[in-house]
């Protein structure tokens, strides 16, 4: 199985503490967002772990401790996008965010850390020309540390509306030509860019219908065969593996205007109050009624050993 930590907060820029006690305490409890009552215990045993999923704004965290996740395949998605503090209020300056982003290659290679310019919004400061300009300067820097770009543009999620309402779907000629321009920026840096579920096929702007975690990565990632049974059951648009999230929605103190997994900054804040460290849940701890369910867990590795 893979473990998402996480697309519902930003476990590795808040919460590395948390995380890394529980990888030495062996399992996690993980509450389901829809029925809190329901919670699921993951065991983190490399044997039937796979690989650990991070997506984060902010890597830095994770530097000290990546010797203990040596077991486990490892990919890391850093989101380092364009925007100001009026956006990302909470993100650190894209200068620490890089720097954090090299010394990871470094230690891990290039093929374990990928970029995500993401998501894709057009307003009067942050238009076509820009997001060409800064995308040009990042990706010559980023070429050094990765091999992959994943894009996407922005949905219009229930929570993304009400913390931004000025927010706008870019138009598809608009798509077409930011996709054409990162398409040839990357190609001159040595960098396949990809696109994230979206609707819109951009294969002819040279942006091909990306899978964050393919089969392919996670053998590459694994150096093992992958079993011929697993499927995606993600959302629509996507085909990646299907991932275990461990995150915690409205729980990321970034406070991105455009994140649709926070409702707003008071709920935020009082999540994040209930935080413990030494909880073997993310935000909180047991309850009286709560219904325990070991998880079904199962490897996706074949028994064969291959190289690459």
């Known amino acids: 199985m893979i473990l998402f930590a996480s697309g519902r907060t930003d476990i590795p820029a808040f919460y590395s503490e948390w995380f890394f ?4 305490a062996g399992f996690i409890d993980v509450r389901n967002p829809y029925f809190p009552q329901k919670v699921t215990r993951y065991s983190l045993n490399p044997k039937v772990v796979d690989c650990i999923l991070f997506c984060t704004k902010n890597p830095a965290p994770l530097i000290p401790h990546l ?24 993100v650190p300056e894209k200068s620490a965010t890089i720097k954090a982003f090299a010394e990871i290659s470094d230690k891990l290679g290039k093929d374990k850390i990928c970029w995500r310019y993401d998501p894709i919004f057009i307003n009067s400061t942050y238009t076509v020309a820009t997001h ?7 990706c010559q820097t980023l ?4 091999d992959r770009c994943i894009i996407s543009f922005a949905d219009l999620y229930s929570k993304t509306k009400r913390n931004f ?27 396949t860019v990809e696109s994230c579920a ?45 991932t275990r999230d461990i995150g915690y929605y409205n729980s990321c103190p970034h406070l991105c205007k455009y994140c649709y997994a926070n409702y707003d900054e008071k709920t935020v804040r009082k999540n994040f109050a209930l935080h413990d460290p030494n909880s ?22 074949d028994t064969q050993l291959f190289m690459f």
Do not use: W
Not at 143 to 146: G, K, R
Not at 231 to 239: D, F, I, Y
């Open 165 to 191: 309402p000025e927010l706008k779907e870019v138009s598809e000629a608009d798509q077409r030509f930011l996709a054409g321009s990162f398409a040839r920026i990357s190609s001159a840096c040595g960098i």
């Open 67 to 90: 010797d203990e996740l040596k077991e486990f395949g490892i990919y890391i998605f850093v989101t380092i996008t364009p925007y100001g503090k009026e956006i990302e209020p909470n």
């Open 132 to 138: 060409i300009r800064e995308y040009k300067k990042m």
């Open 21 to 24: 006690n529980r990888i030495r």
């Open 198 to 242: 979206e609707k819109l096929d951009l294969t002819d702007c040279g942006v091909c219908p990306g899978e964050c975690i393919s089969r392919e990565l996670l053998e590459k990632i694994t150096n093992v065969r992958l079993l011929n049974d697993v499927h995606q059951v993600l959302r629509k648009h996507c085909s990646c593996l299907p």
């Open 143 to 146: 070429c050094q540390y990765t």
């Open 280 to 301: 073997s849940f993310l935000i909180g701890n047991s309850r009286p009624d709560d219904i325990l369910k070991e998880a079904n867990q199962k490897s996706f590795k």
